[in-house]
């Protein structure tokens, strides 16, 4: 695995027409299944690690995210990543004249509490793109509202490379791995679980959905969560379903003590990854 620290590196280890996986590290199985894929299907794994400045808030934990750069680069080379990309801050945001700015979806759920979170990732995408050129970019639908606008950005800019997602990879109990899992206490790991299963209730249970989301809400609030927002929501516009369709994605957004933890699910998986 050959590791590149300037946009110059990348453009000369001759990537283009990779599979591409752009990450902020603290690397975990989710991230792990993205770049075997990558390597499957495109014979050249390329991953980006980068904790992106500009898709935190002022009060986020940009300087806490976790990092563990030896650690990563073991990790990613096991899985078969060709090229790691670690480039620095000063060289991605040099200048400051051009950035993206994402429409309404950015008003809403993650984009109504993060402010400003969602230019942030479409202007870093925007740039890794145009540095890797790749034929496949992977992402996680853990970060469904993400995908979103990801699939956005490349279909209204014309970017020439296919996007795939992939399922969300989870703890027995049901937690999306995540980065930000290490802040949780063993305690909290096995409480956090009972996201999955509420979201799971309001894509799939007999209940009317509206009744699903306020129980849902009442058992993590008795739990000790503070919720941020539980919907059913259409998985590409984000505008809220009031009946389930194959459309739908139930979509929650929970803290447990200072840690926040996001999920979702689909009503319909198959239709969702045919798209
Ligand atoms: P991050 O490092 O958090 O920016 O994540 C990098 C990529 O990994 C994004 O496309 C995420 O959606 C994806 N990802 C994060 N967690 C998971 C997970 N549990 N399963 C699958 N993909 C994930």
């Known amino acids: 695995m050959k590791i590149a620290r300037s946009v110059a590196e990348v453009r000369a280890s001759g990537s283009t027409s990779c599979g591409f996986v752009p990450t902020m590290g603290a690397f975990h199985e989710g991230h792990l299944s993205l770049m075997r894929a990558a390597k499957a299907d495109c014979g050249f794994c390329a991953v980006s690690l980068f ?3 500009t898709q935190f808030g002022p009060h986020e934990d940009y300087t806490k995210y976790p990092r563990d750069e ?14 790691l990309f670690i480039p620095a801050a000063e060289e991605i945001y040099a200048g400051d004249q051009i950035s993206v700015s994402v429409g309404s979806l950015a008003d809403v759920y993650e984009g109504y509490v993060r402010p400003g979170h969602f230019n942030g990732v479409a202007t870093v995408v925007s740039k890794l793109i145009h540095i890797f050129e790749p034929k496949v970019a992977y992402f996680g639908q853990k970060d469904l509202q993400q995908c979103a606008v990801i ?12 996007l795939r997602i992939l399922p969300t990879m989870r703890e027995p109990n049901g937690l999306a791995l995540s980065s930000r899992n290490r802040y949780l206490t063993p305690e909290q790991i096995q409480n956090a679980g009972l996201l999955n299963r509420v ?3 309001i894509a799939g249970s007999d209940d009317a959905v509206e009744t699903a989301i306020k129980s849902g809400i009442q058992a993590l609030q008795s739990t000790g969560w503070q919720v941020d927002y539980l919907d059913l929501v ?3 516009t984000f505008e809220p379903l009031i009946h389930r369709t194959e459309r739908g994605a139930a979509i929650g957004a929970a803290r447990l003590g200072n840690t926040r933890l996001i999920d979702n699910v689909l009503i319909c998986d198959d239709f969702f990854f045919a798209k």
Do not use: M, Y
């Open 234 to 236: 259409d998985f590409d």
């Open 151 to 162: 699939r956005a950005l490349f279909k209204e800019q014309f970017f020439n490379s296919t």
């Open 70 to 83: 030896a650690n990563d680069i073991a990790l990613a080379e096991a899985a078969g990543c060709d090229l």
């Open 51 to 53: 904790v992106n400045p």
């Open 199 to 201: 979201l799971r209730r």
